[in-house]
């Protein structure tokens, strides 16, 4: 009999109060305590049932001579015996299982041919006497059982990791295809106008009776090589999906022939294949930066670099200064240790003072505000910078009073004071203030950001209790650096394309009628700012965190709303915490497609590809051996990478939300490229 407790005190006080609190350590003593009264308990009740020196006729304890030893190891060799064959009992009802359903039917090799064999070998040598022999007999039965066992356990693996593969590689190959086809200009620059409308109609391109065919009797096929084995009902489903996308690839495959021409007229193939290359290279450091935290270093060496190698290095050396400083303090926080051994408010100041003088030096440029382009809008430009230094005034005033907060309540928890009412209330009131005031804020680009950067740098602040606040401030700095790159790189700030080699065909749409505006095709330099979009969420996450467990996350980043264990009120704050960092991750991706002027929908889709080549991975790297951790860490990769980007739909409508309507100014008028 084996009995598992869950030491609720252990557990709790681990999480509050840390493993080398005194709270913690005084738990640990007292439930040592208790299992020494239990053990004793067992010990009384067993006569001492445990490892000796076996026992002798009279009941007392033995001298270890081998005879008293001998019902000791009888009673060994007997536990390993039937634990063998209980083991062995779920191995042949597995087998019996997979023999019944399954017409094409093929055993595992080591047992083929029955287990009668084991059983009579150890009953023989239980017989004589050998205990030993038996023991090991048992032992040797459990292992061929226990890979037995896994062996139908997994039955359908190689099967199953078809389907699965076949449905990823087939997903990705219609977004690649979707985008090429919707949101490129090589379709449309090799194609004449008839054939091109001839491809674009559905009836048309399902005329390919001969692909429906194929497909239909493939799927007729699996349909009934399901069927003679059993298969449940979700087979049938796992199968339909991959030949669904399939059929839809074939169908367009024009699409593929197309980019392969385009590449070869344009002598682009071997660029396309090395461009290709580097970003599976980019994205296999992404899968490495789930298990160390440390390559996401190199990630921010990636970001702080590449601008060099473009005009920017001469126009705009202060703007690259600036990436590079950000991008070397926030990689400092990938080499720190997830866990901070206890809190340290200073640091929540420090970031304070950083954002305060950030924030004040920003409002007193001028580029920082809208500039009137006629003396008609002198008057409205002035109302906007009066309530962008109010707006600025209330926001600093808010972040200061969480700092208050963080630390008052800190002092009293030190204390065993406990959490003050009046602190509890204000942090609830400055969480929902924070969160709201960037509503108010001008739509101006640099004004609206900055408001949106200092309310969730509030509500971030409230949950904070070491250098997390200073990873936020550094990582504001990239993202508004990065930003602030894409802007200046912009086709709408360069006059023209990115690169005279790739076509741009602009199309003028009117959203709203709130005016003209100019959506661009997309170019192969899009795909760096989908890349550099995943790595920023990733990093938002990995800076301070485990990305496969919410429990790395300090439950004391709670203590400011709730001090009661509430394990749900508990979790949402700290989910909200994790949140934060995306949402302005996403606010700053919302303005840099905006300034690029490309459909958001096409950058998501080139993200969406992006993320699936790494769930692909992780799909291989998903483990059914090991510890319990080990295990649920690498199905915790898998789900969250799979999720990746429908949660990033959901935060996209609400940072879309607080971005809309930007006005960001370009250097040069965009206009229609004529071929």
């Known amino acids: 009999v084996v009995l598992f407790l869950h030491l609720l005190g252990i557990d709790t006080n681990g999480h509050a109060h840390r493993p080398y609190s005194l709270a913690y350590l005084d738990n640990v003593r007292m439930v040592d305590r208790g299992v020494e009264r239990v053990v004793a308990l067992l010990e009384r009740f067993y006569h001492g049932g445990g490892g000796g020196g076996g026992g002798n006729r009279g009941g007392s304890d033995g001298d270890g ?107 990705i190959v219609f977004v690649v295809m979707f985008v090429i086809r919707h949101y490129t200009a090589t379709t449309l620059y090799h194609l004449n106008a008839d054939f091109m409308t001839y491809q674009t109609h559905s009836h048309h391109i399902g005329g390919d009776v001969w692909l429906h065919a194929v497909f239909s009797t493939l799927g007729i096929a699996c349909a009934l090589l399901l069927y003679v084995r059993s298969a449940p009902m979700m087979y049938y489903l796992y199968m339909a999906f991959p030949l669904a996308l399939w059929l839809h690839v074939f169908k367009r495959r024009f699409v593929l022939a197309d980019i392969g021409a385009f590449l070869k007229s344009r002598r682009l193939l071997l660029r396309a294949t090395a461009m290709a290359c580097f970003y599976v290279f980019a994205l296999e450091l992404l899968v490495a930066s789930f298990f160390r935290r440390e390559i996401l270093a190199l990630g921010f060496a990636i970001v702080a670099l590449w601008p060099y190698s473009t005009r920017l290095r001469r126009s705009d050396p202060i703007t ?118 960037p509503l108010l804020s001008v739509p101006f680009y640099l004004s609206r950001l900055m408001s949106i950067a200092l309310g969730l740098g509030s509500a971030y602040t409230l949950l904070t209790v070491s250098y997390e606040a200073l990873f936020f401030y550094w990582l504001t700095g990239v993202a508004y650096f990065w930003f602030l790159v894409e802007h200046k790189l912009s086709p709408a700030r360069a006059g023209g394309g990115v690169n005279n080699a790739e076509p741009l065909l602009l199309e003028m749409v009117t959203p709203g009628g709130a005016g003209a505006r100019y959506l661009r095709n997309l170019v192969a330099h899009d795909i760096r700012t989908a890349y550099f979009f995943v790595f920023f969420v990733l990093a938002s996450f990995f800076g ?102 429908l949660g990033l739909m959901g935060l996209s409508v609400l940072s879309r939300g607080l971005t809309r309507h930007l006005v960001i100014p370009a250097s040069k008028k965009v206009r229609p490229h004529t071929q």
């Open 320 to 437: 690259l200064l600036g990436l590079l400083v950000c991008s070397a303090m926030t990689a400092v926080f990938a080499m720190l240790p997830v866990f901070p051994q206890e809190d340290q408010p200073h640091f929540v100041a420090l970031a304070a003072a950083l954002m305060t003088v950030t924030c004040l030096f920003a409002i007193s440029r001028p580029y920082f505000h809208s500039i009137p382009q006629t003396p008609s809008e002198l008057e409205q430009a002035q109302r906007a910078r009066r309530r962008t230094f109010a707006l600025t005034a209330a926001q600093l005033a808010v972040h200061w009073a969480c700092v208050v907060v963080i630390y008052s309540t800190t002092a009293s928890l030190a204390d065993r004071a406990g959490l003050p009412a009046r602190n509890q209330l204000a942090a609830w009131v400055l969480l929902a203030v924070s969160l709201l005031l």
């Open 65 to 171: 001579a081998s005879a008293e030893l001998t019902t000791q190891r009888r009673f060994v060799a007997s536990c390993k015996f039937a634990n063998a064959r209980q083991v062995m009992a779920q191995f042949l009802v597995k087998e019996q299982h997979a023999r019944d359903s399954d017409a094409f039917f093929w055993p595992f090799r080591p047992l083929q041919d029955g287990v009668g064999e084991h059983y009579d070998r150890i009953d023989r040598a239980l017989e004589r006497g050998a205990f030993a022999q038996a023991r090991r007999l048992s032992e040797d039965m459990l292992d061929v059982a226990l890979q037995g066992l896994a062996f139908y356990q997994t039955y359908d693996r190689h099967f199953l990791q078809t389907i699965v593969v076949l449905g990823y590689v087939g997903w």
């Open 544 to 645: 301070t965190g485990n990305v496969a467990s919410i429990s790395s996350f300090q439950l004391s980043s709670t203590y400011r709303f709730v001090t009661v264990f509430a394990p749900f009120l508990m979790g949402a704050l700290l989910f909200l915490k994790i949140l934060i960092p995306f949402v302005l991750v996403c606010c700053v991706f919302n303005a840099v497609h905006q300034t690029l002027h490309v459909p958001s929908s096409s950058i998501f889709l080139v993200v969406f590809a992006l993320t699936d080549v790494m769930a692909l991975n992780f799909f291989f790297l998903v483990r059914d051996q090991g510890s319990w951790l080990e295990i649920g860490t690498s199905i915790s990769h898998f789900v969250i990478v799979s999720g990746f980007v």
